[in-house]
Protein backbone atom coordinates (compact mmCIF):
# COMPACT_ATOMS: atom_id res chain seq x y z
CA UNK A 1 0.00 0.00 0.00
CA UNK A 2 1.48 3.30 -0.84
CA UNK A 3 1.74 5.54 2.04
CA UNK A 4 1.86 9.37 2.18
CA UNK A 5 4.23 12.32 3.47
CA UNK A 6 2.33 13.34 5.75
CA UNK A 7 5.07 15.81 6.86
CA UNK A 8 6.00 17.09 3.32
CA UNK A 9 4.05 20.80 2.10
CA UNK A 10 0.84 19.52 0.59
CA UNK A 11 -0.57 21.34 -2.45
CA UNK A 12 -3.90 23.18 -1.84
CA UNK A 13 -6.10 22.71 -4.20
CA UNK A 14 -7.72 26.03 -3.80
CA UNK A 15 -4.08 27.79 -3.96
CA UNK A 16 -3.53 30.66 -5.98
CA UNK A 17 -0.67 30.28 -8.18
CA UNK A 18 2.98 31.55 -7.30
CA UNK A 19 1.94 35.14 -8.83
CA UNK A 20 5.18 36.72 -7.46
CA UNK A 21 7.62 34.72 -9.04
CA UNK A 22 6.37 36.22 -12.55
CA UNK A 23 7.84 39.21 -11.11
CA UNK A 24 11.16 37.98 -11.12
CA UNK A 25 11.00 37.71 -15.06
CA UNK A 26 10.49 40.57 -17.73
CA UNK A 27 6.23 41.58 -18.48
CA UNK A 28 4.92 40.75 -22.24
CA UNK A 29 6.09 42.88 -24.80
CA UNK A 30 9.23 43.87 -23.13
CA UNK A 31 11.63 40.49 -23.03
CA UNK A 32 14.30 40.85 -25.36
CA UNK A 33 16.05 38.15 -27.28
CA UNK A 34 18.98 37.33 -24.92
CA UNK A 35 16.69 36.95 -21.87
CA UNK A 36 14.54 34.31 -23.77
CA UNK A 37 17.47 32.74 -24.71
CA UNK A 38 18.74 32.55 -21.12
CA UNK A 39 15.42 31.28 -20.09
CA UNK A 40 15.76 27.41 -18.55
CA UNK A 41 12.80 25.03 -18.87
CA UNK A 42 11.13 21.49 -19.70
CA UNK A 43 8.89 23.20 -21.85
CA UNK A 44 8.30 24.52 -24.99
CA UNK A 45 7.94 28.22 -24.87
CA UNK A 46 8.53 30.29 -28.20
CA UNK A 47 9.51 33.88 -28.92
CA UNK A 48 7.55 36.54 -30.62
CA UNK A 49 8.64 40.08 -30.96
CA UNK A 50 9.26 40.59 -27.14
CA UNK A 51 6.59 38.40 -26.01
CA UNK A 52 7.40 34.70 -24.79
CA UNK A 53 4.06 31.86 -25.37
CA UNK A 54 4.30 28.74 -23.56
CA UNK A 55 2.87 25.51 -25.73
CA UNK A 56 0.78 22.49 -23.81
CA UNK A 57 3.01 19.74 -23.09
CA UNK A 58 2.72 17.14 -26.03
CA UNK A 59 0.66 14.00 -25.25
CA UNK A 60 1.54 10.93 -25.67
CA UNK A 61 0.51 10.26 -29.12
CA UNK A 62 1.88 13.70 -30.34
CA UNK A 63 5.13 12.30 -29.43
CA UNK A 64 4.84 8.57 -31.15
CA UNK A 65 3.95 10.26 -34.32
CA UNK A 66 6.73 12.79 -33.95
CA UNK A 67 9.09 10.26 -33.50
CA UNK A 68 7.67 8.20 -36.20
CA UNK A 69 8.05 11.21 -38.99
CA UNK A 70 11.47 11.71 -37.41
CA UNK A 71 12.93 7.87 -38.54
CA UNK A 72 11.78 8.52 -41.86
CA UNK A 73 13.36 12.00 -42.16
CA UNK A 74 16.33 10.54 -40.69
CA UNK A 75 16.51 7.92 -43.21
CA UNK A 76 16.87 11.12 -45.87
CA UNK A 77 19.12 13.18 -43.95
CA UNK A 78 21.12 10.35 -44.03
CA UNK A 79 20.90 9.73 -47.94
CA UNK A 80 21.42 13.41 -48.46
CA UNK A 81 23.96 14.12 -46.21
CA UNK A 82 21.59 16.50 -44.20
CA UNK A 83 20.16 16.02 -40.43
CA UNK A 84 17.09 16.21 -39.09
CA UNK A 85 15.90 17.74 -35.19
CA UNK A 86 12.98 17.18 -32.53
CA UNK A 87 12.12 20.19 -30.59
CA UNK A 88 12.60 21.53 -28.41
CA UNK A 89 14.75 22.87 -31.02
CA UNK A 90 14.73 26.88 -31.89
CA UNK A 91 14.23 28.08 -35.55
CA UNK A 92 14.41 32.23 -35.70
CA UNK A 93 12.09 33.03 -39.23
CA UNK A 94 13.33 36.58 -38.39
CA UNK A 95 15.10 38.69 -36.05
CA UNK A 96 12.66 39.11 -32.88
CA UNK A 97 10.63 35.89 -33.92
CA UNK A 98 11.44 32.11 -32.73
CA UNK A 99 9.77 29.05 -33.12
CA UNK A 100 10.26 25.37 -32.29
CA UNK A 101 8.65 23.27 -34.54
CA UNK A 102 7.61 19.55 -33.66
CA UNK A 103 10.83 18.72 -36.46
CA UNK A 104 13.34 20.75 -38.48
CA UNK A 105 15.50 19.42 -41.30
CA UNK A 106 18.25 20.39 -43.23
CA UNK A 107 19.21 18.54 -46.26
CA UNK A 108 23.04 19.39 -45.91
CA UNK A 109 24.38 19.11 -42.53
CA UNK A 110 26.53 21.77 -43.20
CA UNK A 111 24.22 24.32 -43.94
CA UNK A 112 25.17 27.81 -42.10
CA UNK A 113 21.79 28.32 -41.17
CA UNK A 114 22.23 24.80 -38.77
CA UNK A 115 23.43 27.24 -35.53
CA UNK A 116 24.38 25.94 -31.79
CA UNK A 117 21.67 27.94 -29.89
CA UNK A 118 18.78 27.78 -32.82
CA UNK A 119 18.50 27.18 -36.80
CA UNK A 120 18.45 30.26 -38.57
CA UNK A 121 16.63 28.30 -41.80
CA UNK A 122 15.11 25.17 -42.51
CA UNK A 123 14.50 23.25 -45.54
CA UNK A 124 10.98 21.35 -44.07
CA UNK A 125 9.54 21.40 -40.98
CA UNK A 126 6.52 19.44 -39.24
CA UNK A 127 4.15 20.31 -36.77
CA UNK A 128 1.49 17.74 -35.01
CA UNK A 129 -1.62 20.15 -34.78
CA UNK A 130 -2.12 20.50 -30.67
CA UNK A 131 -5.97 20.35 -29.59
CA UNK A 132 -5.31 23.63 -27.28
CA UNK A 133 -5.29 25.97 -30.14
CA UNK A 134 -5.33 24.15 -33.91
CA UNK A 135 -5.10 27.90 -35.40
CA UNK A 136 -2.23 28.06 -34.29
CA UNK A 137 -0.12 25.33 -36.62
CA UNK A 138 -3.09 25.02 -38.88
CA UNK A 139 -2.68 29.37 -39.73
CA UNK A 140 -0.31 31.07 -37.93
CA UNK A 141 2.29 28.55 -38.40
CA UNK A 142 1.35 28.35 -42.09
CA UNK A 143 1.59 32.06 -42.77
CA UNK A 144 4.80 32.39 -40.67
CA UNK A 145 6.70 29.62 -41.86
CA UNK A 146 6.06 30.72 -45.50
CA UNK A 147 7.46 34.31 -44.58
CA UNK A 148 10.53 32.59 -43.57
CA UNK A 149 11.25 31.04 -47.01
CA UNK A 150 10.30 27.30 -45.30
CA UNK A 151 10.24 25.29 -48.84
CA UNK A 152 7.90 22.79 -47.25
CA UNK A 153 5.89 22.60 -44.23
CA UNK A 154 4.27 19.29 -42.80
CA UNK A 155 0.89 18.86 -40.99
CA UNK A 156 -0.57 16.26 -38.60
CA UNK A 157 -3.42 16.41 -37.89
CA UNK A 158 -4.70 13.87 -35.54
CA UNK A 159 -8.45 15.35 -35.44
CA UNK A 160 -9.31 14.16 -38.60
CA UNK A 161 -6.83 11.98 -39.30
CA UNK A 162 -5.18 13.91 -42.66
CA UNK A 163 -1.58 14.83 -43.18
CA UNK A 164 -1.07 17.80 -45.28
CA UNK A 165 2.03 18.66 -47.11
CA UNK A 166 2.58 22.38 -48.59
CA UNK A 167 5.32 23.65 -50.46
CA UNK A 168 6.33 27.02 -51.39
CA UNK A 169 5.12 29.16 -54.10
CA UNK A 170 5.86 32.50 -54.29
CA UNK A 171 5.57 34.27 -50.52
CA UNK A 172 2.58 31.72 -49.67
CA UNK A 173 2.26 28.08 -49.21
CA UNK A 174 -0.02 25.73 -51.74
CA UNK A 175 -1.06 22.72 -50.89
CA UNK A 176 0.82 19.71 -52.72
CA UNK A 177 -1.33 16.86 -51.41
CA UNK A 178 -3.71 16.49 -48.57
CA UNK A 179 -3.25 12.75 -47.12
CA UNK A 180 -5.73 11.06 -45.27
CA UNK A 181 -5.71 7.33 -43.63
CA UNK A 182 -5.01 4.35 -46.26
CA UNK A 183 -3.23 6.83 -48.41
CA UNK A 184 0.44 7.19 -48.73
CA UNK A 185 1.94 10.55 -48.30
CA UNK A 186 4.56 12.47 -51.02
CA UNK A 187 6.47 15.15 -50.82
CA UNK A 188 7.39 17.47 -52.68
CA UNK A 189 10.60 18.51 -53.17
CA UNK A 190 12.24 14.88 -52.03
CA UNK A 191 10.74 11.71 -54.15
CA UNK A 192 12.49 9.42 -51.70
CA UNK A 193 10.35 10.35 -49.07
CA UNK A 194 6.89 8.89 -48.28
CA UNK A 195 5.04 8.49 -45.03
CA UNK A 196 1.90 5.84 -45.21
CA UNK A 197 -0.69 8.13 -43.44
CA UNK A 198 -2.01 5.46 -40.97
CA UNK A 199 1.07 4.42 -40.10
CA UNK A 200 1.99 7.61 -38.95
CA UNK A 201 -1.39 7.75 -37.39
CA UNK A 202 -1.05 4.45 -35.46
CA UNK A 203 2.72 4.79 -34.54
CA UNK A 204 3.34 2.80 -31.65
Not at 76 to 85: P, S
Not at 109 to 129: C, Q
Not at 158 to 180: C, K, M, Q, T, W
Request: aromatic share 10%.
Amino acid sequence: MQTVDRSAPQADEWAEPAWDVALLFPAQGAWSMEEYLRLETNRLVEFSHGSIEVLPMPSDRHQAIVGYLFVLLLQLANQLGGTVRTAPLRLQLWPGKLREPDLLFLASADDPRREDAFWTGADLVVEVVSPDDPHRDLVTKRFEYARAGIPEYWIVDPRDESLSILRLAGDAYAVHGSFNRGETATSAAYPQLAADVSAVLDAP
